[in-house]
């Protein structure tokens, strides 16, 4: 009888109680994941439909999937009478801890979020950025990858890019190749000049609008100096300026046009 009676207290005092608040704590659990999983649906469905990368909405999503798993984990916790105000403080010293050990992590991460929101470039384009020039090949989170023109590819953190000056040589359909020629000073200036506007208004890689200049720019110490600024399709620019740059050299060297070149002259006195 004694027995009977220890082993109802014992169902009553703790197996009832604790076997009721486990089955609601596994029941918080089980609920939680499920809603979880369809509030990052929704919320990924959303990103999308605004636009937002890919690579950026994973991202979010995954974050986001995360700290809704940590409440979930919390409130079943709580369920079970477990004090989670201490797991929350140390939870929030970490975060607290590992935010300054990342510092510069995390700075590449929202510059990596900045890039991929207002997209100053995109894959394919040729750009300047944090002192590297190449075309852009990958774009992450927390760095963006550049092939060089002589084909080294370079991993450059999203940071440095975004906190300094980005050129996109890509951003724009047509591009102005500025060149400079000099001829000497007792060479024909007009036979030049119409030597170099011809060999511009054969290239057809030249756009007729805007008009390309030819005029004399400057007139240098040992030089005159023409500045020949045609205007072409972005993809054509490298291609136009050797082209155009050989060609005027070959001309002028046909015509008895001569490009002078720095020279120093010294005297020296017998004299002394």
């Not at 208004?201 to 007139?219: S, Y």
Request: net charge negative.
């Amino acid at each position: 009888m004694l027995e009977s009676i220890n082993m109802q207290e014992i169902a009553n005092t703790y197996l009832y109680p604790w076997g009721t608040k486990i089955a609601l704590s596994i029941l918080i659990f089980i609920i939680g994941i499920y809603v979880s999983k369809i509030l990052v649906k929704i919320l990924k469905k959303a990103l999308n439909n605004a636009g937002i990368e890919n690579i950026l909405v994973n991202f979010i999503s995954s974050i986001v999937n995360w700290l809704l798993l940590l409440f979930v984990i919390i409130a079943a916790l709580s369920q079970l009478g477990i004090n989670t105000n201490s797991l929350i403080a140390l939870i929030g010293a970490a975060g607290l801890a590992i935010g300054l050990a990342l510092q510069d992590s995390l700075k590449n991460f929202a510059s990596g979020v900045m890039l991929i929101t207002f997209r100053p470039f995109k894959e394919g384009d040729f750009v300047e950025a944090a002192g590297t020039t190449g075309t852009v090949e990958k774009i992450t989170i927390f760095s963006s990858t550049l092939r060089t023109p002589d084909n080294k590819e370079v991993i450059v953190p999203n940071g440095p890019i975004y906190s300094e000056v980005i050129i996109n040589y890509s951003a724009r359909e047509n591009r102005r190749v500025d060149m400079v020629f000099g001829i000497g000073y007792g060479d024909d200036i007009k036979k030049a000049k119409e030597l170099i506007e011809k060999i511009i208004g054969e290239d057809p890689r030249i756009l007729k609008n805007p008009e390309p200049l030819v005029a004399v720019g400057e007139l240098a110490d040992s030089s005159v100096n023409f500045e020949v600024r045609p205007w072409v399709k972005t993809g054509d620019y490298w291609d136009v300026k050797f082209d155009i740059t050989e060609k005027i050299k070959l001309s002028f060297d046909e015509n008895g046009i001569s490009i002078p070149f720095p020279q120093m002259d010294v005297h020296v006195d017998r004299n002394k």
